[in-house]
């Protein structure tokens, strides 16, 4: 609860506060009453759009306009083949002056499209931006009824009906604006939480980089080679690790993870677990008075560990050692203990020796920052193919998936770049790639979506077998081969050139010969319209990609949304692709969706971009579409804030009895709180009670025949 003020107080302190400071303060919500209903008489104007053929083509826009001309409170009806072009802005402008309009509508498309233009263009003619209404009479009408000119047409008419009965009650809104700290947070450093980090760096902006594992680089360090030009993974990889080791405004915490988010954009709180690691940096050295001490990376006390267990970075074909890197080019370069294996024996003490950079003692530290904007960049993991039978993965040694098979392609995978078979060491002459191995599965077992990117690295694997295994034979069994991206299709051109066999028809299953281990594939050849039987030595899955494990935590943390197959959720898919419906939370990568490297990185960058934004402004200008809480009314149930999806409500004390306040900078003018309110205390600017009865009045009184 917050503490009571006399009235002597609170007037001092407004004495003292600067106006710049008060202008942007929202914690704290004024007591507000009803706004008065009363006001000048509506005077609407309505300008109705052609949208080339988009609305004319199925409605019959001057009867429209006629009908809108005889509406209550309409004082002006016009249209215009593009209303959003600047003769049909100047329309608008030019309409409110000589008709002295008191609110505009625009029926058009959606306005998620054009409705920022239309508010800019009623300011320019001198009105207040929030009195305009915007009647979706495309999306909702001329498109869901184009082969029904008439249907079509009475729809347009209720729109903008329901619409004029809002606009005649619309009232002047002042946007607030709220300071932004200079600070920005990443989640997740693979290739696109990695290069938004350095991104946000050389704009000059603080940036949180946090990776709950023990080395940032994500999948794409444990690939070997990067389709279609087939550069070395690591190669191009390392050197990025190393900028974002050594980058001054980057603050890197590895074995970390988000455990708590309060606040709003430009103001988020965050919270962060760095899980102990066991093993001391220089930095942490120093500062407990250890000098010369914290790991270096000299690998001495992974030598001397009697405790032996399988590397997930290897898919656990190779072992590693209860204190361990991943691999030589991890970054930062320091050990790490596995707390779950570790039996804290001490030998790695010992040897570690005037360095102490070990400390079995080690706990998890709460470490809270508060930044600007975040980006999340949480990447994906491989659907649990064995969930699919039929293709016998864990069930037979030599059926593997594609990320296997990258580490054992791989110069520093766990054979030294060699392709043998798991179950006899064996090097393969005849290996099955199976496409869409759970994606485009709608059985219910696997994924509905396409995951873009596994037709082009099945493509990539069965190069590198033709170029490494002289006389080996890859086969490719497919639905649709989808090379989609720049010189991708030259590639698939390339592959069954150099010999590949493609097999459009997807595997009904997969069988082994007990006796070689050999694998028998039954599948149809759909271009041959005939079934085919064929036993090779090794099956590849490019199995489906889903969000990463973590996602759907962190998401909640962010009050961000997902779409049905879990993927987080973008504000626009076309014109905001990185941002989403919580102001100042931004997505990178693959957490988004499926994505190659070149389109991650892209779309890195664009995160970055936008993230920075209002970091550079210094200050964000927020929709005045908040609650407001009539006190008067406010019983101090609380039963909204419980309600209330983005944690922007809270009860305080005031003047001896408690009542609802409003964050309004977190208020996101859902209407959830209005809508429940027994005591109709909550005011939803933009979208008040009276307005929206008139709206339904005027759907269901006016519309009557």
Not at 294 to 299: A, D, H, I, Q, V
Not at 352 to 378: N, P, Q, S, W
Not at 550 to 572: C, I, P, Y
Request: aromatic content about 6%.
């Amino acid at each position: 609860m917050a503490e009571k003020k006399t009235k002597k107080e609170t007037a001092s302190k407004k004495k003292e506060t600067p106006k710049a400071a008060v202008s942007a303060k929202t914690e704290k919500a004024p007591a507000v009453k009803a706004p008065a209903t009363e006001q000048k008489k509506a005077r609407v104007g309505v300008f109705i759009c052609h949208c080339g053929t988009n609305i004319a083509g199925s409605v019959d826009i001057p009867d429209v306009q006629e009908y809108a001309k005889s509406l209550p409170n309409v004082a002006f009806a016009d249209n215009y083949q593009y209303m959003c072009s600047t003769p049909g802005q100047s329309k608008i402008i030019a309409a409110i002056k000589e008709n002295d309009l008191t609110g505009i509508v625009v029926a058009a498309c959606s306005p998620r499209l054009h409705e920022p233009t239309f508010r800019t263009a009623t300011k320019e003619g001198g009105l207040n931006p929030f009195r305009f209404e915007m009647a979706n009479i495309r999306e909702q009408g001329s498109w869901v009824h184009m082969h029904d000119r008439e249907g079509a047409t009475d729809k347009a008419k209720d729109a903008i009906r329901i619409a004029v009965a809002k606009a005649s009650l619309l009232q002047d809104l002042v946007p607030k604006t709220v300071p932004v700290e200079h600070a920005a947070m990443v989640v997740g450093a693979g290739i696109a939480g990695m290069q938004a980090a350095l991104d946000l760096a050389n704009a000059g902006i603080k940036t949180y980089l946090i990776e709950k594992n023990p080395t940032i680089g994500g999948r794409m360090s444990q690939l070997d080679k990067t389709f279609p030009t087939l550069d070395c993974s690591q190669c191009i990889l390392t050197p990025k690790m190393v900028d974002v080791g050594r980058a001054e405004n980057i603050d890197l915490m590895t074995c970390a993870e988000v455990e708590n988010v309060e606040g709003y954009i430009g103001n988020f709180d965050v919270t962060i677990r760095r899980k102990a690691r066991g093993v001391l940096t220089p930095a942490e050295a120093e500062a407990k008075g250890i000098v010369g001490g914290g790991c270096n990376g000299c690998g001495d006390c992974e030598a001397v560990c009697p405790v032996i267990k399988p590397n997930p970075f290897e898919m656990g074909m190779k072992p590693r050692k209860a204190i361990y890197i991943y691999h030589p080019q991890v970054v930062p370069l320091i050990y790490t203990i596995d707390w779950d294996s570790c039996i804290k024996c001490g030998l790695c003490v010992e040897v570690c020796g005037e360095k102490k950079a070990i400390d079995l003692e080690m706990k998890d530290e709460l470490v809270k920052v508060k930044v600007g904007t975040a980006i999340l960049a949480t990447g994906y993991d491989l659907f649990p193919i064995e969930k699919k039978e039929e293709w016998g993965y864990k069930k037979y040694e030599n059926v593997v998936t594609s990320l296997e098979f990258e580490r054992l392609i791989c110069a520093s995978g766990p054979t030294g770049g060699h392709l043998v078979r798991p179950s006899d060491g064996v090097t393969p002459k005849k290996v099955a790639f199976l496409l869409c191995a759970g994606s485009r599965d709608n059985t219910g077992v696997g994924k509905p979506y396409c995951s873009r990117f596994c037709c082009m690295y099945s493509l990539k694997h069965a190069h590198q077998i033709i170029e490494k295994i002289p006389g080996v034979q890859p086969y490719i069994f497919y639905m649709d081969i989808r090379s989609f991206g720049k010189m991708y299709e030259e590639f698939y051109y390339r592959i069954q050139d150099e010999g590949a066999k493609f097999m459009r028809g997807r595997v009904a299953n997969v069988l082994e010969d007990p006796d070689t281990k050999n694998l028998l594939i039954n599948a149809e050849d759909t271009l041959l319209n005939r079934p085919i039987k064929l036993e090779v030595d090794m099956v590849v899955l490019a199995a489906a990609v889903e969000p990463a494990a973590e996602t759907d935590r962190t998401r909640k943390l962010f009050g961000v949304s997902r779409s049905m197959d879990g993927w987080l959720l973008e504000a626009h898919p076309k014109l905001n692709p990185c941002g989403t419906t919580t102001a100042g939370v931004f997505l990178a990568g693959v957490c988004q969706g499926p994505k190659d490297i070149p389109d991650t990185v892209a779309s890195a960058e664009g995160a970055a971009s936008a993230a920075s934004i209002p970091i550079h402004k210094g200050e964000v200008e927020l929709e005045p579409y908040f609650a407001q809480c009539i006190e008067e009314k406010c019983a101090g149930c609380g039963m909204c804030v419980n309600l209330c999806p983005y944690q922007a409500l809270s009860l305080v004390e005031k003047e001896g009895r408690t009542v609802m306040q409003v964050t309004e900078a977190k208020c996101k003018g859902c209407g959830t709180c209005g809508g429940f309110c027994p005591g109709g205390a909550i005011w939803m600017q933009h979208f008040a009670t009276p307005q929206i009865i008139a709206q339904i009045d005027a759907f269901l009184i006016g519309g009557a025949k």
